[in-house]
């Protein structure tokens, strides 16, 4: 089982940026056919100061952080984790270019089925430069112990 002394804690804050080119593959790989997700011109004709981030991209984003060590902290083991579940409160848009600011916290460590499943739920606030709420992420990782 994991160490549940991590619920509560922040994790390492870090800061990514979305690039115009990811956002438009991102678009394309999960079948977001309105133009204003991969052209600068119809996201500007649609309103918006520059592309907006497709939704569910702010997890993607998410992940290419290292886990800065506090997977292996806990005892989580890479070969054993699986995607639980993740949901989205948005705030506000984020856009291509800015530097987004992800601060993460343990909200809970739970286990199931006799203990041989450890559910680590992290929570996510996402700002822009301004210091806006862009969006609320919760993600779940399920490790398989034993």
Do not use: C
Not at 47 to 58: D, I, S, V
């Amino acid at each position: 089982m994991l160490d549940k002394s991590f619920i509560g804690k922040s994790l390492p804050s870090f800061y990514a940026t979305a690039e115009a080119g990811q956002l438009a593959l991102f678009a394309k790989a999960t079948g977001e056919t309105r133009p204003e997700y991969s052209e600068e011109s119809a996201a500007r004709d649609a309103g918006h100061p520059g592309l907006p981030l497709p939704p569910t991209f702010l997890f993607s984003l998410e992940l290419t952080y290292p886990s800065a060590g506090w997977r292996e902290a806990m005892g989580i083991q890479g070969s054993r984790i699986l995607h639980g579940e993740q949901s989205f409160t948005y705030h506000r848009m984020a856009y291509a270019g800015e530097k987004l600011l992800f601060e993460s916290r343990i909200a809970d460590i739970y286990d199931k089925k006799g203990g041989s499943l450890s559910f680590v739920v992290r929570e996510t606030r996402v700002t822009n430069p301004r210091g806006e709420h862009v969006a609320d992420l919760r993600s779940v990782l399920v490790h398989r112990n034993g």
